[in-house]
C-alpha cells in the first residue's frame, strides 16, 4: 500500500474486498482470470481518489463503495483490453491475461469487468451525474485508445493531438474518480467541479509521466521492459518534442518509424530522444499540470485531506514505477 | 428489409438514422469502421422486437428509439468482440472489423459503441428496470463467450451446458429487447414478462436454428463458409447428439478434437453429424422454444402484433441465414 492512502486504509481494504467478491463467478474461468488481474495489484489510484473526494462532503463509506469498486473495475477492463492492443506481454512485472489467456479472453474479460461495473452504478440511480459521466468517459476511454492506435507511427501528430489523446485514454477517468467519490455522498458543484479539474489535471501529469519513465525507468521498477513506445510506435510527449529539437532528426524519423526495432535501434532512439532534452521538457509540462491541479484545491474547504492531495498530485511526478 | 417488418418500417428506418447520427465522430477511424458495421447489415432483430413488444401499451416512438438503438448498439458490439473470438474473417458476407483493422481496434470499437450504449440508457433514469436489465445481460454475453471459448474442443460438455451457454450468448439480449420495449413506455409486469419470456423462448430458437444453418446451410446464404463452428471446436448441439448416437463415435470425436482440420474432414464431420439425425433432434428442440414462445403470447392483449410476433417466432426456425 502506497504511504499516501495511510488514512484510507480501511476504506481501501473494503473496496479490495468487495472486488474480489465481485469477480468470483460460476465458472472458474472468469474467477482465474479476474483474480489474476486483481493479485497483479496495481496503485488503486482511482478508488483512493474517490475516497478522498468524498471525505470534502459527509463522507458515508456505504454510499461511495460502490462507486470506488466501480472505477477500478473500469480501468481494470481497460488495461486488459489494452493488452489486445499493444501485444505487450508483461505488465506490472506479472504476465498479461492476454499473455496466459489469449486475446480472445481478453476481449470478453474486458467486457465482463465493464458490464460488472455497470451493474454497480446501478446503485446510484438518484445520482444521474455519476451514470452520465462515467458513460460519457468510457465512451472516450475507447476512443483514446483507438486514436492511438490509428495514429501509431505518424510522427505528424501534434502536442495538442498527443494531449487530447492522454485526456481520453487517462485523465478522464482520474478526473471522475476524484469528481465522483463526493457526488456519491451529496456534494454540490462548489466541491465537485474543483475535484474534477484537480483530477483531470493530475491525470494528465500522471499520463505524461508514464510516458517519461517508459524511455528512463529501470525495467525492475517499471515491471515492463523500457521503450516499449517506441516500439510499438506510439509517440509520446517526449518523442514529438525529439522530433523537433534533436541534433539528428533524420535519423530519429528513421528509427521510430521502423516497425520491427531491434534493441539496438530502440536504445539509439532512446539516447537521442534524451540528449533532445525532450525529458526535462516533457516534465516540465508535467509540472504545470502538478500547478494547475494545487490551485484548484484552494477552491475545497481546508480540511487535512486537502494536503493529502497535495502531496498526492506531487507524486504524479515524483513516482517512479 | 425483412417482410415481417413492414408495420413498423418507419420506426426501423428511424432507429437506422439514430445508429448512424451515433457512430459520426470527429476521428475518421471510428466513423469509418462504425460505419462499416451499420452497412454490414443484420437483421435488426433486436430493435424490431423492442417496437413490437412497444405497440402492446401506450406506443409512443420518443420514449422507445433511444432503447432500439441502444440493444442494436450492445449486439453490435458484442459482434465486433466476437470476431476478435474466433478468427472468422467474414461475416454477412462482408469483412470483418477485424479482417479490415485488426484485433485491438476491433476490441476498442466494441467498447466505443458499448459505452455510447450506455450513454443513450442514461435517458431512462425514470425506469431503472432497463438499466438493471442491460446491465446484467451484458455481463451474461461476455459469460457466454468467455465459456464458449473456455470449453471449445471439449467433447464431454452436455445439452444443459450448451443451453446454458447460448442464454448467456444470445437468447437473453433478444429476451430483454422484447421486455424492454414496453417496459419503456410504461408497460406493468403483466405485459413485460410474458414479453420476456417469449423473447427468451425465440431468442434460444434462434440461436439453435444458426447452430444447425453452420452446419446445412449453402455458403451464399449464410454469408460465411459453412462448419465454422466445428473449425473452431465450438461444440453445438448437433454435434453434442451426434457424439452421443452416431454411427462412428472414435472418428467424430477424433475429427471434432482436432484443432487443424482440412476441408475435408470438416466435410467428413458433417457428414457424420447430419447422418446421425442431429439436425432433426435439434430442430425438434428449436420448435419446443417456438411452441414456448408462442403459448406465451396468449397472455398478451390480442392486437394485431401478437400475430406479427407468431410469425416472427415461425421465423426463428424457418429461416435460412
Redesign the interface.
Known amino acids: 500500500m502506497l504511504e499516501l492512502y495511510i488514512d484510507i486504509k480501511d476504506e481501501l481494504q473494503a473496496v479490495e474486498n468487495e472486488l474480489r467478491k465481485i469477480v468470483q463467478?460460476k465458472?472458474q474461468?472468469?474467477t482465474e482470470t479476474s483474480t489474476h488481474l486483481l493479485n497483479a495489484g496495481g496503485k488503486r489510484l482511482r478508488p483512493a481518489l474517490a475516497l478522498y473526494g468524498a471525505k470534502f462532503y459527509n463522507f458515508d463509506m456505504e454510499k461511495v463503495i460502490h462507486l470506488a469498486t466501480t472505477l477500478e473495475l473500469i480501468h481494470m477492463?481497460?488495461l486488459v483490453?489494452d493488452d489486445?492492443?499493444?501485444a505487450s506481454m508483461t505488465r506490472r512485472g506479472k504476465p498479461t491475461v492476454k499473455a496466459m489467456w489469449g486475446?480472445?479472453?481478453?476481449?470478453?474479460?474486458?467486457?465482463?469487468l465493464?458490464?460488472?461495473s455497470?451493474?454497480l452504478?446501478?446503485r446510484y440511480?438518484d445520482t444521474?451525474l455519476i451514470?452520465?459521466v462515467?458513460?460519457?468517459t468510457?465512451?472516450q476511454?475507447?476512443?483514446g485508445?483507438?486514436?492511438q492506435?490509428?495514429s501509431s507511427f505518424d510522427i505528424n501528430q501534434s502536442i495538442k493531438n498527443y494531449l487530447y489523446r492522454i485526456k481520453c485514454k487517462t485523465a478522464l477517468l482520474i478526473s471522475a474518480s476524484a469528481q465522483l467519490g463526493a457526488v456519491a455522498c451529496g456534494a454540490g458543484s462548489d466541491i465537485h467541479l474543483p475535484l474534477r479539474r484537480y483530477g483531470y489535471n493530475i491525470g494528465m501529469a500522471f499520463q505524461i509521466t508514464d510516458d517519461i519513465l517508459d524511455m528512463i525507468a529501470e525495467q525492475r521498477q517499471l515491471g515492463k521492459p523500457i521503450g516499449g513506445d517506441l516500439r510499438q510506435g506510439i509517440i509520446t510527449l517526449p518523442i514529438i518534442y525529439a522530433l523537433k529539437h534533436c541534433k539528428d532528426k533524420k535519423r530519429l524519423v528513421e528509427l521510430v518509424t521502423k516497425v520491427d526495432k531491434s534493441d539496438d535501434e530502440v536504445n539509439e532512439a532512446l539516447e537521442i530522444v534524451k540528449e533532445s532534452g525532450a525529458i526535462e521538457y516533457s516534465f516540465d509540462i508535467a509540472q504545470k499540470y502538478i500547478m494547475k491541479a494545487k490551485m484548484e484545491l484552494k477552491e475545497l474547504p481546508d480540511i487535512p485531506t486537502r494536503l493529502t492531495l497535495g502531496m498526492a498530485a506531487d507524486f504524479m511526478c515524483a513516482r517512479k514505477f
Not at 486475446?103 to 465482463?112: E, P, R, Y
Open positions: 463467478a465458472y474461468i472468469l477492463a481497460s483490453h489486445v492492443v499493444d486475446n480472445s479472453i481478453s476481449t470478453h474479460i474486458g467486457s465482463f465493464f458490464a460488472k455497470a451493474i452504478i446501478s440511480e444521474p451514470f452520465e462515467l458513460s460519457d468510457s465512451v476511454m475507447a476512443k485508445e483507438i486514436i492506435i490509428s
